[in-house]
C-alpha cells in the first residue's frame, strides 16, 4: 500500500542505495561565503553567511543507526526505509564525504538570556546540502554532532547520546502533535568519547557520541540577520533577506514588491506569535528562547533542555542553567515578542519612516493576537465552540485548581473529555480518573464544574459524544515525558534502542489510545510521584 504524499503515487521509485542518491543544486553557495576554507580554527567570521567545512566522521568501528523516521525517509528524501539499516547510510550520517556535497557551517549571533552575544554560529553542525524531493519540496539537511567549525569557540564539536536522543524523539513527536518543527531523519552512535558536566555541578563524566541527521526547510534564524546588521554588513543582509524571500516567501515578490522587507517581518512575527501559542497549548516549555534559538519560518528548532510540563506549574522551567525561570512556560509568550522587536532592528536599515511606523505597529498588535490566539486554542480544549468572555474566568480558574493540586496538564484535558459533565462530581466516576481525581481534591472544584456544565449547556443542543471527540482531536493523550526519555536513554547508554524505536512509535500517533502504550504506562501517573493511584479526598 502507498503512503499518502509518497514518491510511488507518482511513479518515483525510492532510492534504496545512498550511492544513488544525489543532492540537488546548493543554491545556499549563492550567498557570501568566508574566504577561508576547511580551517576549523575558532575564529571570528567576518562578511560571510556560511563557512564552508567538512564534517569530522565518528571512528567507523562501532558506529551504530539508533532509530530513523520512515516519514522523513519515504516523503521527505525519497529514500527507501530499508536504506537506513546500510553501512553506506550509517556513514552517510556519521559525516564521511559525500558525492555533490559542499558543507556549510552557518554564521549568526544571537541575544542570550536578553544579552546581545556577537558571533555564535553552528559550532557542531553541518549543512550537507539540499534536496527538492518528488513533490517539489526544498529541504535543507544538516547534521548536528558532526565536528568542529570556525564557530565551536572552546566547544569539541560533538553532541551527546543522551540530549541527541531527546532531540530526536520531541522533533519527531512535535511533528505528530501538529507542531511546526525541523524534523529528524535519523540518529547514530558511535564509540568517541565526549565529556560533558550534565549537571553543572563541576563533575565531568565521559559519554558517547551521537550524529543526529536533520532537515528543515531552512536554518536560518532571527540572529542570521541581526549579526549581519550588528556588524553594519548591509549588503549581505540584503542579499539574506532577498534570498529568504525568493525561497520561502515567493508570493511576496508578486503582491508586495515596494513594501516587500516589512511584509516579511510581518509574515515572521505571526507565525512565530502562533507557534508560541501552540506551545502553549501543549504544556511545552522551549528551555533556551534565545534568538539564535528562533527560526525566521516559525518552526521549533534546537531542542535542547525542553520539557512538558506534568504537574501543572505556570513557573515551570527546564533548563537548569536557567535560574531565574526567564523563560518559564509561562512567559515564553512576552520573551518571543522581545525577540521579535530585537528582529525589527536587523530590517530597519531597509524601512522608510511609513515602513517602520507599521513594523513598530505590528510588534505593538502582536501581544493582542497572541492571547486572542491562545483563548481560542485553550477553549477548543475544554470543547467549547462559540467565543464568549467569561471563558478566560473558566480557563484561568482550571489551571489555577491544577496548579494548586499538582494535576497533570495533559491528562487532565484528556480525562475531561472522557466524563460527562453530569457525572464529573461523582467520586466514584472521578476516581478512575487520575489526574481529574488531584483535581478534585480542590475546594473550587463543584463550583467549576458547574460553570463549565453551564458553559456547555449554552451552545445550543448538547451533544457529549460530539464534544469528546473534539476534545480528543486537540488534546494529546501522550506526549514525551521527560521520565520516557530518561529510561529510554538508559537502556540506549547500554546499546538497548528498544526504548527508543518504541516512543518513537508511539508518539506518531499520539491521540489515540495504543496497547503498548497503556502497557508502558506512558498515559499513567509518573511512577516517581507517591500520589500514583492513592488519592485520599472525599467525593
Known sequence: MVSRGSPFASGNALTT?????????????????????NDCTPRHVRMGIFSEVNPTPLAQDEVKLIAASRDVLVNVLDMDPAISITNGFVQFVSGCPVTNSTPLAHRYGGHQFGKW???????????????INAKGERWELQLKGSGLTPYSRDLDGRAVLRSSIREFLCSEAMYYLGVETTRSAALI????AVYR??????????ERAAILLRVAPSWFRFGSL????????????????DYIIENHFNDINLLEVENRYVVLFGRIAHRTVELAVRWQSLGFAHGVLNTDNMSILGLTIDYGPFGFVEAYDSK??????DRFGKYSLDKQLDVVLWNLEKLSAAFEPFLDENQRLYASNVLKMLGGYGRRKLRSVMRSKLGLITDV???QQLLAMLLSMMEETGADYTMTFRQLALVNPDTMIDYDVIKNHWSLSRLMCHDYYASFVEFYRRRLYSEGVYNDAERKERMNAVNPLYVLRNWMAQSAIEKAERNDFSEVV????????????????EQHGYAASPPSLAYRLRISCSS
Open 17 to 37: 542505495d545512498i550511492s544513488a542518491w544525489r543532492f540537488s543544486v546548493n543554491t545556499l553557495c549563492s550567498l557570501p561565503l568566508d574566504e577561508i576554507k
Open 117 to 131: 552575544c556577537s558571533q555564535l554560529g553552528d559550532g557542531r553542525a553541518h549543512i550537507l546540502g539540499e534536496y
Open 189 to 192: 552512535v558511535g564509540s568517541d
Open 197 to 206: 558536566d550534565q549537571f553543572y555541578s563541576g563533575q565531568i563524566r565521559s
Open 226 to 241: 541581526e549579526i549581519l546588521a550588528r556588524q553594519g554588513e548591509l549588503l549581505h543582509l540584503k542579499m539574506l533577506v
Open 316 to 321: 515551570f522551567v527546564p533548563n537548569r542553567s
Open 389 to 391: 468572555e467569561e471563558d
Open 502 to 517: 518504541l516512543i518513537q512509535k508511539i508518539l506518531e500517533t499520539p491521540y489515540s489510545e495504543q496497547i503498548e502504550a
